[in-house]
């Protein structure tokens, strides 16, 4: 025999009431050590009902029920809402990282390091010398499944791009997750030093890191370091890269009667170092440093 839509109707109300005995909602009163006093919803008395392992509970808390065979307990809490927890690695070299009990998905985000800005020479009567802005360090970021991730996973931070009067500024290092490699961002190459002149006539900044491994689900280059510029006896350092995790640098550009500045440091993390400037008869000067990298794992649970 067909059953047709009144049939269906009537099981289905069937099937809603017996579940509305079987289930209910309500408020936290009191947590003792086997048993919860709860004020059911429409109730003016709270009861006891049976805890459950799989939802801590506090008063005030509100919280799904629910009845097996004479007894009621908590399956579900409401008010609670599970907070991320972060951990920040942001000193350079290598390390190695936990995975927390109980997450159940990771969001990894790796940002490498700024490279150096370029240094300027020693300079003359009426020429100058200037160095070009370090690249910013590239980052990615990508989600994994528990499941998927040992219970230890070693990484390394990206190092600054170091900086020296008159040379060239050093690439900022690779940050990277996991060996073999999950996830990778490669540093910004360095600043670019002039030679001494009083031409118009520029320092290349560095490229900013653009190389990445793992497949990330997002993936950010650093910025191109600007390019150092100068004429006759003054000069100017280029700005740093910046990062999807910091500024570069700012140039240097001072006066004629300014001998020489170094440049400004790239900020954390993973920006550019600015370069420097000599102008007339000033000494040899510095680029800034390149913001360091950085490695975050965010469990989700």
């Known amino acids: 025999m067909a059953i047709n839509a009144d049939w269906l109707r009537i099981i289905d109300e069937l099937i809603s009431r017996k579940l509305e005995r079987l289930t209910a909602s309500g408020t936290v009163v009191e947590r003792r050590t086997t048993e919860v006093m709860v004020l059911f919803d429409g109730s003016a008395v709270a009861v006891p009902v049976k805890g459950s392992s799989s939802a801590a509970v506090a008063a005030g808390d509100r919280v799904g029920l629910a009845k097996f065979g004479t007894d009621w307990t908590v399956i579900a809490n409401f008010s609670a809402a599970p907070i991320p927890q972060q951990k920040l690695f942001d000193t ?177 993390y993973g920006g550019g170092g600015g370069g420097a400037q000599t102008n007339t008869t000033g000494g040899a000067a510095m680029g800034g440093l390149g913001g360091r990298g950085c490695v975050i794992v965010t469990a989700h649970f």
């Not at 961002?185 to 002149?197: D, T």
């Not at 560095?206 to 006896?233: E, I, K, S």
């Open 92 to 268: 350079a070299g290598a390390t190695t990282w936990t995975k927390p009990p109980g997450a159940r998905r990771f969001l990894v985000e790796v940002q490498a390091g700024g490279g150096g800005g370029g240094g300027s020479l020693n300079a003359v009567s009426g020429q100058h010398s200037k160095g070009g802005g370090g690249g910013g360090g590239g980052y990615a970021r990508k989600w994994f499944n528990a499941v998927d991730l040992p219970d230890e996973v070693p990484l390394t931070v990206g190092a600054a791009g170091n900086r020296s009067n008159g040379n060239p500024g050093g690439s900022g290092g690779t940050s990277s997750f996991g060996s073999p490699v999950l996830l990778s961002a490669s540093g910004g190459l360095g600043g670019q030093v002039s030679g001494v002149s009083s031409a118009t006539w520029g320092a290349l900044g560095g490229a900013g890191g653009a190389t990445f491994a793992g497949d990330p689900d997002l993936a950010v280059a650093g910025d191109a370091g600007g390019l150092g510029v100068g004429g006759g006896a003054i000069g100017s350092g280029g700005e740093g890269g910046g990062s999807f995790l910091g500024g570069g640098g700012v140039g240097t550009v001072q006066g004629a009667t300014v001998a020489s500045t170094d440049g400004v440091n790239g900020q954390a």
